[in-house]
């Protein structure tokens, strides 16, 4: 079963959907959109933050303009090489709420280039990026 309800807020939940194969253990998962020249993290915090979650998994697709991304360096897990880019890119990306703190890593493919790593920062530029939050059970 998989209902909608809610309208469109730019970088706010837009949305929500219960879907479960068990009417009695739904779970809502969250639609947070970050338009043209919002940055993504921030948007996605705003929203966990404001609606009180503190533990979820993130799905994400979209096209952002800028981007920071680190990978760590091969001979020392401990130390992030970060990198800047300005281009658009074609953005997927998968994370987790811990704590009440946003945790995201993303794939970008962009003309030339394709990068992928742990997201610092993006800003959206012609389009859009959609952020689908679930929240999950702590134990």
Known sequence: MI???????????VGRWRASTNPTKASIVRL???????EVLHTI????????????????IGAVHEATVSIM????????LVESYEQPFELTGT???????VHVHVTLAGEGLIVAGHLHRAVVGEHFVRAYLDPVAER
């Open 3 to 13: 209902t909608q309800k809610g309208h469109r807020h730019p970088g706010r939940v």
């Open 32 to 38: 947070i959109t970050a338009n043209r020249g919002e």
């Open 45 to 60: 915090q705003t929203a966990v933050t404001t609606g009180g979650v503190t533990a979820a998994s993130i799905t994400l």
């Open 73 to 80: 360096k091969k001979d020392d897990a401990r130390t992030d």
């Open 95 to 101: 994370g987790e709420v811990i704590d009440g703190r």
